[in-house]
Protein backbone atom coordinates (compact mmCIF):
# COMPACT_ATOMS: atom_id res chain seq x y z
CA UNK A 1 0.00 0.00 0.00
CA UNK A 2 2.59 2.09 0.65
CA UNK A 3 3.78 1.68 -2.18
CA UNK A 4 0.85 2.58 -4.45
CA UNK A 5 0.81 6.21 -2.51
CA UNK A 6 4.49 6.72 -2.97
CA UNK A 7 3.76 6.40 -6.77
CA UNK A 8 0.51 8.68 -6.48
CA UNK A 9 2.24 11.23 -5.17
CA UNK A 10 5.44 10.71 -7.35
CA UNK A 11 2.89 11.62 -10.30
CA UNK A 12 1.91 14.95 -9.13
CA UNK A 13 5.49 16.25 -8.90
CA UNK A 14 5.18 17.09 -12.47
CA UNK A 15 1.41 19.03 -12.14
CA UNK A 16 1.79 22.69 -12.46
CA UNK A 17 -1.30 25.20 -11.86
CA UNK A 18 -4.23 25.27 -14.66
CA UNK A 19 -4.61 28.81 -15.59
CA UNK A 20 -7.14 30.13 -17.71
CA UNK A 21 -6.39 32.95 -20.98
CA UNK A 22 -5.96 36.59 -19.95
CA UNK A 23 -9.36 37.16 -22.59
CA UNK A 24 -11.74 35.06 -19.73
CA UNK A 25 -11.10 37.53 -16.55
CA UNK A 26 -11.22 40.31 -19.27
CA UNK A 27 -14.78 39.43 -20.36
CA UNK A 28 -15.70 38.34 -16.82
CA UNK A 29 -14.64 41.27 -15.31
CA UNK A 30 -16.67 43.92 -17.49
CA UNK A 31 -19.54 41.20 -17.22
CA UNK A 32 -19.59 42.10 -13.70
CA UNK A 33 -19.00 45.56 -13.79
CA UNK A 34 -22.68 45.36 -16.19
CA UNK A 35 -23.97 44.07 -13.46
CA UNK A 36 -23.04 45.79 -10.59
CA UNK A 37 -23.70 49.14 -12.46
CA UNK A 38 -27.55 48.20 -13.00
CA UNK A 39 -27.80 46.66 -9.80
CA UNK A 40 -27.23 50.28 -8.63
CA UNK A 41 -29.95 51.65 -10.76
CA UNK A 42 -32.56 49.30 -9.82
CA UNK A 43 -31.80 49.67 -6.39
CA UNK A 44 -32.11 53.18 -6.02
CA UNK A 45 -35.39 53.56 -8.44
CA UNK A 46 -36.57 50.92 -5.88
CA UNK A 47 -36.26 52.67 -2.81
CA UNK A 48 -39.54 53.47 -0.61
CA UNK A 49 -38.68 57.07 -0.75
CA UNK A 50 -39.13 57.59 -4.07
CA UNK A 51 -42.11 55.15 -4.45
CA UNK A 52 -43.67 57.12 -1.75
CA UNK A 53 -42.93 60.37 -3.83
CA UNK A 54 -45.00 58.95 -6.89
CA UNK A 55 -47.74 57.96 -5.29
CA UNK A 56 -48.18 61.20 -3.45
CA UNK A 57 -47.84 63.16 -6.88
CA UNK A 58 -50.43 60.47 -8.50
CA UNK A 59 -52.73 61.08 -5.94
CA UNK A 60 -52.21 64.84 -5.47
CA UNK A 61 -53.04 64.81 -9.59
CA UNK A 62 -56.30 62.68 -8.47
CA UNK A 63 -57.40 65.28 -6.44
CA UNK A 64 -56.64 67.73 -7.91
CA UNK A 65 -58.75 66.27 -11.31
CA UNK A 66 -61.32 65.44 -9.61
CA UNK A 67 -61.65 68.89 -7.68
CA UNK A 68 -61.62 70.47 -11.12
CA UNK A 69 -64.45 68.60 -13.18
CA UNK A 70 -68.07 68.92 -11.67
CA UNK A 71 -69.65 65.56 -10.86
CA UNK A 72 -72.74 64.37 -13.63
CA UNK A 73 -74.49 62.58 -11.47
CA UNK A 74 -74.52 65.68 -9.29
CA UNK A 75 -78.09 67.25 -10.07
CA UNK A 76 -78.76 71.15 -10.11
CA UNK A 77 -80.85 72.23 -7.30
CA UNK A 78 -84.57 72.49 -8.79
CA UNK A 79 -86.81 75.28 -7.98
CA UNK A 80 -89.24 72.02 -6.95
CA UNK A 81 -89.33 70.99 -3.80
CA UNK A 82 -88.47 67.00 -3.27
CA UNK A 83 -92.02 65.97 -1.88
CA UNK A 84 -93.42 67.88 -5.07
CA UNK A 85 -90.86 66.52 -7.43
CA UNK A 86 -91.91 62.50 -5.30
CA UNK A 87 -95.30 63.28 -5.82
CA UNK A 88 -95.06 64.51 -9.43
CA UNK A 89 -93.24 61.43 -10.45
CA UNK A 90 -95.71 59.01 -8.88
CA UNK A 91 -98.57 60.55 -10.15
CA UNK A 92 -100.11 61.67 -7.05
CA UNK A 93 -100.61 65.30 -7.19
CA UNK A 94 -104.33 66.36 -8.61
CA UNK A 95 -105.06 68.22 -11.71
CA UNK A 96 -106.73 70.96 -9.80
CA UNK A 97 -105.22 72.86 -7.04
CA UNK A 98 -106.75 72.89 -3.93
CA UNK A 99 -107.03 76.18 -2.29
Do not use: W
Not at 23 to 46: C, T, W
Not at 51 to 74: D, H, M, Q, S
Request: proline share 5%.
Amino acid sequence: MTRNTDKILSSLDHMTRATAPEQFYAGLRAKMERQQSNAVIYRSALKPAYVTLVLCIFLAINIFLLAGYPNPEIKQVSTISDIQAFATEYGLISQSPIQ
